[in-house]
């Protein structure tokens, strides 16, 4: 069965600190990773993405992620965090061998304090 | 120039009501869903139409109705609404070959 885990509920950084939202999937094909957004009352914005190749991916508004198949991981990272940056962050996982669906990890909501 | 719009962004209505929230995407994709994120924002897949095909059906109660006029739309019909109902609803589009979903704004739905 296909699935995403998103170990960290809660996650609070200070401002201008580091950032690391940990993504383990378990998937029965090559799997597509991607990285949404959520503000509040919005809709999910895609951050990155990763299809094939270089495992270290980049995204939108400074954001990393790194593949590792070995630990079925897609880390996503930030080096310096903004306070625009508060929001909810989900791990998503997709295939073609599954009719393209997403499945989406339950979130990690990250505040940042100044 | 939005690229998934759903309407209405928010519905509030009572229980046993029949209700429909409208979905376009202008971006030319073939594949378009709808998925549901319930109270605890878990986001699960609910249908899923290629070029007006149902392909996806993740088992859904029957009174959720997914339908396709082309490729652009895909409306959800919901009968008999129950208070199980409440969720937010959001559209996605994506293009064929690629699992790259595009999401509209959501549409939250209050069953009272």
């Known amino acids: 069965a296909q699935s995403v885990t998103q170990p960290d509920i809660h996650i609070t950084v200070s401002e201008g600190a580091s950032l690391e939202l940990r993504c383990n999937y378990s998937?029965?094909?090559?799997?597509?990773l991607f990285w949404y957004v959520q503000s509040p009352g919005q809709g999910l914005q895609l951050l990155l993405k990763y299809f094939s190749g270089d495992t270290l991916v980049q995204g939108i508004k400074g954001f990393e992620a790194e593949f590792k198949r070995s630990q079925s991981s897609f880390n996503l990272r930030k080096p310096s965090v903004h306070w625009s940056d508060a929001a909810e962050y989900f791990c998503a996982v997709g295939a073609l061998e599954y009719g393209n669906k997403l499945v989406f990890g339950a979130g990690t909501i990250l505040r940042v304090k100044s | 120039d939005t690229a998934v719009s759903q309407t209405p962004k928010y519905l509030v209505t009572q229980m046993g009501n029949d209700k429909s929230i409208k979905c376009e995407q202008n971006?030319?994709?073939?594949?378009m869903y709808w998925y549901k994120q319930d109270s605890k924002k878990f986001l699960k897949i609910m249908f899923s139409y290629n070029n007006k095909e149902l392909i996806i059906n993740e088992t859904v109660p029957n009174r959720f109705s997914p339908k396709s006029p082309d490729k652009a739309h895909l409306n959800l019909h919901i009968n008999s609404l129950e208070l199980g109902d409440s969720a937010v609803y959001f559209c996605a589009s994506s293009p064929t070959g690629g699992t790259e979903a595009f999401f509209g704004q959501g549409t939250r739905l209050t069953v009272v």
């Open positions: 998937y029965g094909a090559t799997p597509y």
């Open positions: 971006l030319g994709h073939d594949t």
